[in-house]
């Protein structure tokens, strides 16, 4: 009984161009924070890997596993006096992935709890998750 199922299954992979693995998340970003880093996978092959800047002393940059709930090109902060966050992917709650100005700080904690990235890079992340959509995305944030 099992052996037709799984012949049925392969067959649907190889007709719609995914494999087991590629049935989870065709992008995800995986964000460490004891290393500052992000890694981008795109149908599991690492493709970026960027310096991040998480949560400075005081704050907490969630830890967890997320799909995006929206995007947005240009965002403010309405809580941190109006602060620009260009190429915002939100995935929890008001947190988000976003470019940053303050580049000298990629690398090491210094944020309110948002994940920073250099403005180039959140621009093609940004880009990926609306290319691949939020369903088919998942946010990572480990210690």
Not at 71 to 91: A, E, G, I, N
């Amino acid at each position: 009984m099992k052996k037709p199922i799984l012949i049925l299954a392969a067959l649907a992979a190889v007709i719609f161009g995914s494999t087991f693995p590629g049935l989870a998340a065709k992008l995800e970003a995986r964000i460490d924070v004891s290393s500052q880093t992000m890694t981008v996978k795109r149908y599991g092959r690492v493709i970026h890997r960027w310096k991040v800047s998480t949560a400075r002393r005081g704050y907490v940059t969630p830890r967890g596993s997320w799909r995006p709930t929206r995007l947005h090109k240009m965002w403010y902060s309405r809580k941190y006096d109006m602060s620009p966050m260009p190429y915002s992917v939100f995935y929890h709650r008001g947190y988000a992935i976003h470019g940053t100005g303050a580049v000298k700080s990629l690398g090491r904690p210094a944020s309110h709890g948002c994940v920073r990235l250099h403005t180039s890079n959140a621009a093609r992340f940004y880009s990926l998750v609306k290319q691949v959509g939020a369903g088919n995305t998942r946010i990572t944030v480990v210690n």
